[in-house]
C-alpha cells in the first residue's frame, strides 16, 4: 500500500497509506484533513482539491486535461509545473512516498 505524505493548510504533515486506484483527493477527505473541500465530489468542476505535488513526482502523474488546466487557471495560487487537481489523480505503486500540500483556498 503505497504511502503519502500530506502537508494541511496549518503546515501539519499526516503520513497516509493509500488504498491503490482512489484518487487522491479521496486519500485526503477520507482521512479528514483539514482544507479538502471537494465540492463537486470529484467530477473536475471546482478546483476546490488543488494540490502542490513535490516536483519529483510530476512525471510519475497523468497529464493536466484541458479542463484542469481550465480551472487551475483559475486559482490565485496556481504554481506553474506543481499545481493539479488531487481528484485528477489515482494512487498507484509508483506514487508510493508522494509528497504534497493542500493549496491555499481561494
Given at each position: 500500500?503505497?504511502?503519502?505524505?500530506?502537508?494541511?493548510?496549518?503546515?501539519?504533515?499526516?503520513?497516509?497509506?493509500?488504498?491503490?486506484?482512489?484518487?487522491?483527493?479521496?486519500?485526503?477527505?477520507?482521512?479528514?484533513?483539514?482544507?479538502?473541500?471537494?465540492?463537486?465530489?470529484?467530477?473536475?468542476?471546482?478546483?476546490?482539491?488543488?494540490?502542490?505535488?513535490?516536483?519529483?513526482?510530476?512525471?510519475?502523474?497523468?497529464?493536466?486535461?484541458?479542463?484542469?488546466?481550465?480551472?487551475?487557471?483559475?486559482?490565485?495560487?496556481?504554481?506553474?509545473?506543481?499545481?493539479?487537481?488531487?481528484?485528477?489523480?489515482?494512487?498507484?505503486?509508483?506514487?508510493?512516498?508522494?509528497?504534497?500540500?493542500i493549496a491555499?483556498?481561494?
Amino acid at each position: 500500500m503505497p504511502q503519502i505524505t500530506v502537508t494541511s493548510r496549518d503546515g501539519e504533515k499526516y503520513v497516509i497509506d493509500a488504498e491503490l486506484n482512489q484518487t487522491l483527493m479521496e486519500v485526503i477527505r477520507d482521512n479528514a484533513i483539514d482544507g479538502m473541500d471537494a465540492i463537486c465530489g470529484g467530477c473536475c468542476s471546482c478546483a476546490t482539491c488543488h494540490i502542490y505535488v513535490a516536483p519529483e513526482f510530476i512525471g510519475l502523474l497523468p497529464p493536466v486535461s484541458e479542463d484542469e488546466d481550465m480551472l487551475l487557471d483559475g486559482s490565485l495560487h496556481r504554481r506553474p509545473e506543481v499545481s493539479r487537481l488531487s481528484c485528477q489523480i489515482r494512487v498507484s505503486e509508483p506514487l508510493n512516498g508522494l509528497a504534497l500540500e493542500i493549496a491555499p483556498e481561494d
